[in-house]
């Protein structure tokens, strides 16, 4: 009987040890579960968590209606509340598309209408008010994605910053104008769907950040190529007043030859071409079409997105008038743009590199304007062609646009602006059947327009990891020591400027703000040897003068 009651006991003991150990998992996991259950404004959602760096994850979460059906081309919707919990543990469906550039790496599952989700990256506890980074992808307009692994957040969030990523409507379907759609409009507007929904993104950053140890004071937008026009659309625009409290432009805005914003009325003729040579009749007609039929009438019209529209509501000016007029969001600004944004040879027309072919193709360029752009970008040598013929091209494709917002915001917002020349030459890629693609990624070298490019500095859009401190992702180059030092320090002055609106401290090299009288202004050189140095900018004055964007 002792035996059985000392046998009792530990028994007992033991299975009350299991119970209480059990009891203090579950709690644990309960715990865990609930650290990562939210309230936003619409409802409780779930996020996930990385279990090395513990940073949370909410992906895929709704900010607007889905913009399908009746929807479809119209300003996006405010959400409906929903009941229970929403799991947000993995990329939403990205905007309709094919992947243009071939270089593109997405990790959502599959393209739909159905697309306005964004994504937020955090470690703050709540109630923390940590500032807040929202990036807007490039992609011409046409493609892009929230989920490519170079716009990752979770690497700024060690930095002590909240970063989301959105999603917005691309081409026909993000930015289509037609004058039934301006008729039924209540703002008497269409097309620049994509940035109305870049907007209402931003609303719903304001309303919900908080909750994610977001400061909504303290939100920096930022984007490259697209999406750096898409930063210079949201500083311009009205609608996006209070939104925001400063930027970060990449290689574009809206102005020049990128993206100038076309007249309402012109917009409208170009949608309704599109629709009469695609055989309807209709708005109805249009909008009683599946995704693939549209998209499909879309590719066969051969058209590269539909242009930016001066609709006189999201866009009452231009750029220019809006600075003149102090219209302008006023924020601190840090922008710039990379050396060599394309190669010499997309102006070369598949001519050898050839003093008189180079000659002959600017007069045709600039036949009022020739001999003053020859000065300005010399063709003496067989170095100096291809240097002139990378600087032309570059300035012309996106540099020229991205210098004009810079020279607008110094002089007419009353803010400090700080400027960046990206100029790290990339390494080569591991795998030697790829090579770069204009979008910044890598492509098969088949498919490759400029595999014989000289590689003279950096091309567009390589800048994007090394500023998000995203290079471990992006794991088809060959990166060196040099390239984790780069991207070290420009994801600390960026980093700084979000928390602080000044891109100083830190011991890195001292980074002046330009100011609104220089004609020489400082800019910062980010390279192997980061320094600053006067900048001479006598050949943007000229393309200014061309342009005619005075």
Not at 455 to 479: K, R, S, T
Not at 498 to 513: A, D, K, Q, R
Request: charged content about 20%.
């Amino acid at each position: 009987m002792k035996d059985f009651s000392r046998l009792f006991s530990r028994s007992f003991v033991i299975s009350m040890i299991s119970f209480l150990l059990i009891v203090l998992i579950c709690t644990s996991c309960s715990q865990d579960q609930n650290d990562l259950q939210l309230k936003t404004e619409n409802g409780t959602i779930e996020g996930i968590r990385d279990s090395i760096t513990g940073v949370k994850m909410y992906l895929g979460i709704p900010f607007a209606k889905p913009p399908v059906g009746e929807l479809r081309w119209i300003a996006p919707q405010p959400l409906d509340n929903w009941q229970g919990v929403k799991e947000t543990k993995k990329f939403g469906h990205r905007p309709v598309q094919i992947n243009v550039w071939g270089d593109m790496d997405y990790r959502s599952d599959t393209t739909s209408e159905d697309c306005l989700f964004l994504n937020v990256w955090t470690t703050a506890k709540v109630n923390e008010k940590l500032p807040v980074l929202v990036y807007f992808y490039g992609g011409g307009c046409v493609c892009g994605d929230a989920s490519e692994p170079r716009y990752d957040g979770a690497s700024m969030t060690q930095k002590g910053i909240v970063a989301v990523t959105v999603n917005y409507r691309l081409n026909i379907f993000g930015f289509f104008a037609h004058p039934e759609l301006s008729a039924e409009s209540p703002n008497k507007a269409s097309g620049n769907y994509g940035f109305l929904d870049q907007n209402m993104a931003l609303q719903w950053v304001q309303k919900n950040i908080a909750a994610f140890g977001g400061d909504p004071q303290r939100v920096t937008i930022a984007g490259e190529s697209a999406g750096s026009e898409s930063v210079c659309a949201q500083v311009i625009s009205p609608l996006s007043k209070n939104l925001f409290a400063q930027a970060i432009g990449e290689s574009g805005a809206m102005v020049g030859t990128t993206e100038p914003l076309i007249p309402l009325q012109e917009a409208e003729k170009t949608g309704l071409e599109f629709v009469q040579k695609a055989g309807y009749q209709s708005l109805a007609e249009l909008r009683s079409l599946s995704t693939e039929q549209i998209f499909a009438a879309y590719q066969k019209s051969g058209r590269f997105g539909f242009p930016t529209v001066l609709d006189g509501y999201f866009f009452p000016k231009t750029l220019t008038e809006t600075y003149k007029a102090g219209e302008c969001n006023k924020v601190p600004l840090l922008l710039g743009w990379n050396s060599a944004e394309v190669p010499g040879s997309s102006m070369m027309r598949g001519l050898p590199y050839t003093e008189e072919n180079y000659r002959k193709i600017v007069q045709e360029m600039y036949p009022q304007d020739y001999q003053e752009i020859l000065k300005l970008y010399p063709a003496n040598t067989p170095k100096e062609l291809n240097y002139s013929a990378t600087a032309l091209a570059s300035d012309n494709f996106i540099a020229y646009s991205t210098w004009k917002w810079f020279d607008m915001h110094r002089k007419y917002s009353g803010q400090p602006v700080y400027r960046y020349l990206y100029s790290k030459v990339r390494p080569p890629l591991i795998d030697q059947n790829l090579t770069t693609g204009l979008a910044g990624g890598t492509m098969k070298k088949d498919d490759a327009k400029h595999a014989k490019d000289l590689p003279i500095g950096a091309p567009h859009a390589c800048e994007i990891p090394y500023c998000m401190g995203n290079l471990p992702l992006v794991n088809v180059f060959a990166w060196t020591e040099d390239d984790y030092k780069v991207s070290e320090a420009m994801q600390q002055y960026f980093a700084n400027f979000i928390i602080t609106g000044n891109p100083n401290g830190n011991t890195l090299p001292e980074w002046p703000s330009a100011k609104p009288e220089e004609t020489s202004p400082s800019v910062m050189e980010i390279n192997v040897v980061t320094k600053t140095f006067q900048a001479d900018d006598e050949r943007y004055r000229l393309l200014d003068k061309i342009s005619g964007n005075q």
